[in-house]
């Protein structure tokens, strides 16, 4: 037998699979990168957000403290006219505050970028007499991201530039990834990166 004879020929499509194995690898390794690429634009795209709502947060601060009455007017808040006063280039219409969670927020108008600062949204029913509050989790120091830790009973105070008022009840605290029950007087929600909603809901206090 000769010297070539001795040794078993490389199987058949060996060099094939070695080849798939290489694309695998390198369409993993795409895919990675792609992965952290998107990440990264999200994570920059939330930064900046973040600080652009900062800064007009503050603003907001100011001119609600320039503006609302320091004592409230004693008058019940109608949420169907809550008037505006629009500050860099947004309408300001007044301010949520939950002291079990030491949230003091600024609350702009429908036409608004919640992603910025807590704004009201328009609700599916259109029912104005009831008010529906959007904000991300980051807002107000972190405060709007304990929504999910408030307990029924606990209050919640809208406050209109005019210094009209409506004191709330928190009723039911929810988390889900579906649309949410709005069927109270005040709901203040955030959403999460996946979709995932956490919301509370407040009836009004007699």
């Known amino acids: 037998m000769s010297a070539r004879g001795k040794h078993a020929a490389p199987a058949r499509g060996a060099?094939?699979?070695r080849v798939s194995g290489r694309v695998l690898m390198a369409v993993g390794a795409v895919l990675v990168v792609a992965?952290?690429?998107v990440a990264g634009v999200r994570w920059y795209g939330q930064a900046t957000a973040q600080r652009r709502g900062e800064d007009?947060?503050?603003r907001l601060s100011e001119a609600l403290q320039a503006s609302v009455p320091v004592d409230a007017t004693?008058?019940?808040l109608d949420p169907t006219a809550m008037p505006a006063l629009e500050v860099a280039g947004v309408d300001l219409i007044g301010r949520v505050q939950v002291e079990a969670i030491g949230l003091d927020a600024p609350?702009?108008?429908e036409q608004d970028d919640w992603r910025l600062v807590p704004a009201r949204e328009e609700r599916a029913d259109g029912d104005e007499t009831r008010v529906l509050l959007h904000g991300s989790a980051w807002q107000a120091d972190g405060a709007w991201g304990r929504i999910g830790q408030l307990q029924g009973g606990e209050e919640v105070v809208l406050q209109a530039m005019d210094g009209a008022a409506q004191k709330y009840a928190v009723v039911s605290v929810g988390l889900t990834r579906e649309d949410f029950n709005d069927?109270?007087?005040l709901v203040l929600y955030y959403s999460d990166a996946s979709g995932v909603k956490t919301w509370a809901g407040?009836?009004?206090a007699s």
């Open 183 to 185: 069927d109270f007087d």
């Open 107 to 109: 609350v702009v108008s």
């Open 56 to 58: 007009l947060a503050a």
């Open 74 to 76: 004693g008058a019940e």
């Open 35 to 37: 992965a952290c690429v």
């Open 15 to 17: 060099g094939r699979h």
């Open 202 to 204: 407040c009836t009004k």
